[in-house]
C-alpha cells in the first residue's frame, strides 16, 4: 500500500529531469548556433572585403617578335586585350594578336592616308584613343585605330581597321605651312585644337569647331589660331580633353595657358615645378586632366593640381611620389582612374595610386630600355616595346584606391583646398575621383546614436524606475503592455513620420521645440513640489502609485502653452525668422532634416528596449531587501538609491547598452529623417550618413565585385565590429555590477 503513492512521484521526477535536460540541451544548442551564425557572418564579410586589401600583381603573358626595328609613335590595344596595335613614324599601322592559339602574329597592316612627310606624331588622351600626325606643311591628321566585332558561324571575330574622327580631313595649324614640329591636340565631340610647335619655333594654339552650312548641309571647320609667347625651349605640350587648359614644358618651367577661349588665349599661372638639385624629364595629365604629373631626373614624380587661393584657382604641388633612381622617367596614366604607371631606360616598371599615396608595384620587365608604354582601356594589361619586341604583361589591380590611410585619414582630393574626410562615391562623369572615406560616416553613426541616447535615456530610466518602484500594480500593468507595444512600431512607420511631419513642424515651430524641453521638466518639478505643499487630506485623496496621472494635463497645458507663445517669441528674440537668425547672426548651418529630428524619431524607437529591461530589473530586485531598509528607517528615495538601484545596475547598464545598440544599428529612421549628407558636425541643426543608411543607399546601385561593392561591406564589417565591441563591453561590465552588488 506504501509503494503505490511512491510510484506516480518517481514517474514525475523523472519525466521533469527529462525535461530539464531537453531544454537545457535546447539552449546550449540554440546558444551555439547563434554563435556560429556570427563567426560565419564575420568571416563572410572578411572574405568579401579581402581583395580590396591584396597587392598588385603584373605577369609577362606574351612576347612577340616585331618584323622591323623602326620607331613606333604610338602603340595601343583594344578592350578585349587581344588584339595589339603599332604606329609607326611612316604612317604604317600594325595589328598583332596577342592573346589565344594564335598569339604573336602579324594580323594586318594598314596605312594611313597622309598628304604630306610625317614630321611628328601625338597622342590624345587615354580614353579617346586617337593618334595624329604633325606634317611637313603645317597640317596634322587624326587617326583611330578601331575594330569590328562580328559573329559569323557563331564565332567572334575582331576585325582592325582605322577610323578617321574628323572623316579624313587634314587640319591646317599652321597658315604659313611649316613643318610640325611638336605637338599636342584633343578633339572631343564638335571642337578639335591643336598646340604646335614649327619649325621656325612659334608656338601656335589652333581651335577648330564644326559648323553646319545652312544653305548646303556640309560641315564646314572654323579655325581660331593664337600665337603663344614663351621664353627658351620647348620640350612638351600637353591639352585637356575638353581644350580649356593647355600646359608647355619649357625646361624646368611649366607655362599654363587659359585656352577656354581660343581668340583670349591667357597665360595664368608659370610653376617653377622641378624639385631641388633635379630637372624636369617629363610630364603627363592625369586622367580627368585636373592633375598635373611631373617627372624629375632624380626618380621623383610629383603630383599638382587647381586649389582656391586668395589670387584664384592656382596649381599647386600636392604629393609626391619616389620612384627607381633614375634619370630617365617616363609617365604614363590609365584611362579613367587616377593610376599611373613610370618605366625607365634600365627597363623597370612602376605602379603608383595617386589619391591614396600608394606605390603598388615595381619590378624589372625587360632588360633594356622601355621605348614604347600603353595601357589597356580596362587598365588589367599594359604593352611594353623594348629589346626588339612587343611584350604583353596581364595587370591584376583591381581595387587600387582603397588603402588603410584612405580610409581612415585626411586626404587631398583634386580640387579640394585641404586634406579633408569625405565620402562621395559616385558622379555622373568618367573623371569622378571616388572618396571612400569611413570616417564621416562612421561618425554619423556615432553622432545619431549619441543624440538619440541622450533624448531616449533620461526618460527611459525614469520611467522604468518609477514604473517599477512606485506606480501601483494596477496601473503598471496598463502601462508596461503599452510601452513595450511601442516596440513593435515599424521603424519605417517612424521615419516616415519623422521625416514628413516632424521635421518640417520643428522647422516651423523652433521655439516651441526647444521651449517645451526646457518647460516640462521644470513643470514636473514644480507640480511635484507644489504636491508635497498640499494638505494631507487632499494627498490622500489619490491612492499610492496613482500620481503620474497628475502629470498628463501638466504635459498638455505645456505642449499647448509652448505652441501657443512660439511665433510671439520668434518675432521677439528672432525677428521673426529662426532659421534666418541662426544662419546670418551666429553661423550655423539649419538643415530641415536634422540631429534633432533623429534624436526624437530614434529616440522613440530606443526608449520602449531600455524601458522594458530596466524596468525588469528594478521590479526583479528581491522585495525582503527594500523592505529591511525600510525597516531599518530609511526613506523610499534612500532605499531606492542605495539599495534597489545598485542591485539592479547589472540590468540597467545593460538596458543601456541594448538601446544604444539598437540605435548604431538603426537604418530607416536615420535614411528618412536626416539629408544622408557624410558631414562631421556635431551641430544639433544639421544631419549626417549612418554606416547602415550609407549601406541601404547604395548597396543597390554598387557594381557586384567592385571596390565601391567592397568597401560597403567594408562598412557593414565596422558596424559589426561596433556592436560587437558594445555588447562585449556591456557585458563585461554587467559582470562586474553582477558579482559586486551580488552578495545584497
Do not use: C
Not at 527529462?18 to 563572410?44: E, H, N, P
Not at 585656352?259 to 617653377?272: D, F, G, H, K, M
Request: charged content about 20%; glycine content about 6%.
Amino acid at each position: 500500500m506504501s509503494s503505490n503513492p511512491q510510484q506516480p512521484s518517481f514517474k514525475t521526477d523523472r519525466s521533469r529531469l527529462l525535461k530539464d535536460r531537453f531544454a537545457q540541451f535546447g539552449i546550449s544548442a540554440g546558444g551555439v548556433m547563434v554563435l556560429i551564425a556570427l563567426l560565419l557572418i564575420f568571416f563572410y564579410l572578411l572574405y568579401v572585403v579581402q581583395p580590396i586589401f591584396e597587392s598588385a600583381k603584373v605577369d609577362k603573358r606574351v612576347d612577340v617578335t616585331l618584323n622591323n626595328t623602326q620607331q613606333y609613335v604610338g602603340i595601343g590595344i583594344e578592350e578585349q586585350t587581344e588584339i595589339a596595335y603599332l604606329l609607326s613614324r611612316t604612317g604604317h599601322v600594325d595589328f598583332y594578336q596577342v592573346k589565344g592559339q594564335q598569339a604573336g602574329g602579324l594580323i594586318e597592316r594598314l596605312s594611313v592616308d597622309l598628304d604630306g612627310q610625317v614630321t611628328s606624331a601625338a597622342k590624345s588622351a587615354p580614353f579617346l584613343g586617337q593618334y595624329a600626325y604633325g606634317l611637313d606643311n603645317g597640317q596634322v591628321k587624326l587617326v583611330k585605330p578601331s575594330f569590328l566585332v562580328t559573329f559569323p558561324g557563331n564565332e567572334r571575330v575582331i576585325s582592325p581597321r582605322l577610323s578617321y574622327p574628323l572623316d579624313g580631313k587634314q587640319l591646317l595649324v599652321d597658315e604659313q605651312e611649316k613643318a610640325i614640329k611638336r605637338f599636342a591636340f584633343s578633339h572631343y565631340e564638335d571642337k578639335t585644337a591643336v598646340v604646335a610647335l614649327t619649325a621656325d619655333k612659334r608656338l601656335i594654339f589652333a581651335s577648330f569647331v564644326a559648323e553646319e552650312n545652312m544653305f548646303s548641309g556640309e560641315v564646314e571647320w572654323m579655325v581660331e589660331r593664337t600665337e603663344l609667347e614663351i621664353d627658351g625651349r620647348i620640350d612638351e605640350l600637353l591639352i585637356t580633353p575638353d581644350t580649356t587648359r593647355t600646359f608647355v614644358r619649357s625646361a624646368n618651367q611649366v607655362y599654363i595657358f587659359d585656352t577656354r577661349y581660343p581668340s583670349e588665349v591667357e597665360q595664368i599661372q608659370v610653376l617653377a615645378a622641378n624639385e631641388e638639385n633635379a630637372n624636369l624629364v617629363g610630364a603627363t595629365l592625369l586622367a580627368g586632366a585636373n592633375s598635373l604629373m611631373l617627372a624629375n631626373d632624380n626618380g621623383e614624380v610629383s603630383q599638382w593640381f587647381e586649389v582656391n587661393s586668395d589670387t584664384g584657382r592656382r596649381f599647386q604641388k600636392i604629393r609626391a611620389f619616389e620612384t627607381s633612381k633614375n634619370s630617365d622617367v617616363d609617365i604614363y596614366s590609365e584611362y579613367y582612374r587616377r593610376t599611373f604607371f613610370t618605366t625607365n631606360n634600365n627597363g623597370d616598371l612602376g605602379l603608383y595610386y595617386t589619391t591614396s599615396e600608394a606605390h603598388l608595384w615595381q619590378g624589372k620587365v625587360s632588360e633594356g630600355a622601355i621605348e614604347s608604354f600603353a595601357v589597356s582601356p580596362r587598365a588589367n594589361a599594359v604593352l611594353i616595346v623594348a629589346d626588339g619586341k612587343l611584350s604583353v604583361f596581364d595587370v591584376h589591380n583591381e581595387h587600387p584606391e582603397v588603402t588603410w590611410s584612405a580610409l581612415w585619414q585626411e586626404v587631398w582630393y583634386e580640387g579640394y583646398p585641404e586634406p579633408d574626410y569625405i565620402w562621395q562615391s559616385t558622379s555622373a562623369s568618367d573623371d569622378f575621383e571616388s572618396k571612400f572615406s569611413l570616417v564621416p560616416i562612421s561618425f554619423g553613426t556615432i553622432k545619431a546614436a549619441m543624440y538619440a541616447m541622450l533624448f531616449a535615456v533620461p526618460i527611459a530610466l525614469s520611467a522604468a524606475i518609477y514604473t517599477a518602484y512606485f506606480m501601483s500594480s494596477e496601473l503598471r500593468r496598463v502601462v508596461k503592455p503599452t510601452v513595450e507595444i511601442m516596440e513593435a512600431l515599424p521603424t519605417v512607420i517612424l521615419g516616415f513620420l519623422a521625416g514628413l511631419w516632424l521635421a518640417p513642424l520643428i522647422e516651423t515651430h523652433l521655439p516651441a521645440i526647444v521651449a517645451l524641453l526646457l518647460l516640462l521638466p521644470l513643470a514636473i518639478i514644480g507640480t511635484a513640489f507644489m504636491w508635497t505643499k498640499l494638505p494631507e487630506n487632499i494627498q490622500h485623496m489619490l491612492p499610492d502609485g496613482w500620481h503620474s496621472i497628475l502629470l498628463i494635463p501638466v504635459v498638455l497645458v505645456v505642449g499647448w502653452v509652448s505652441f501657443a507663445i512660439s511665433g510671439s517669441v520668434e518675432d521677439w528674440m528672432f525677428g521673426g525668422n529662426v532659421r534666418q537668425y541662426l544662419t546670418n547672426e551666429l553661423g550655423l548651418t539649419f538643415d530641415q532634416r536634422n540631429s534633432l529630428v533623429v534624436g526624437i524619431a530614434m529616440g522613440f524607437a530606443v526608449i520602449p528596449t531600455i524601458f522594458s529591461i530596466a524596468e525588469d530589473a528594478v521590479f526583479s530586485v528581491p522585495k525582503h531587501l527594500s523592505n529591511g531598509s525600510l525597516a531599518l528607517g530609511a526613506t523610499q528615495w534612500q532605499t531606492l538609491v542605495r539599495v534597489v538601484l545598485l542591485t539592479a545596475s547589472p540590468g540597467i547598464f545593460s538596458a543601456v547598452m541594448m538601446g544604444l545598440g539598437r540605435a548604431v544599428g538603426e537604418t530607416m529612421i536615420v535614411l528618412m529623417a536626416t539629408g544622408n549628407t557624410p558631414i562631421m558636425d556635431w551641430s544639433i541643426f544639421q544631419g549626417m550618413r549612418t554606416l547602415a543608411a550609407n549601406i541601404a543607399v547604395e548597396m543597390p546601385e554598387s557594381e557586384v565585385g567592385s571596390s565601391h561593392y567592397r568597401i560597403l561591406f567594408l562598412a557593414a564589417f565596422v558596424l559589426f565590429i561596433f556592436t560587437f565591441v558594445f555588447n562585449t563591453v556591456a557585458e563585461f561590465v554587467r559582470q562586474q555590477l553582477r558579482e559586486k552588488y551580488s552578495s545584497m
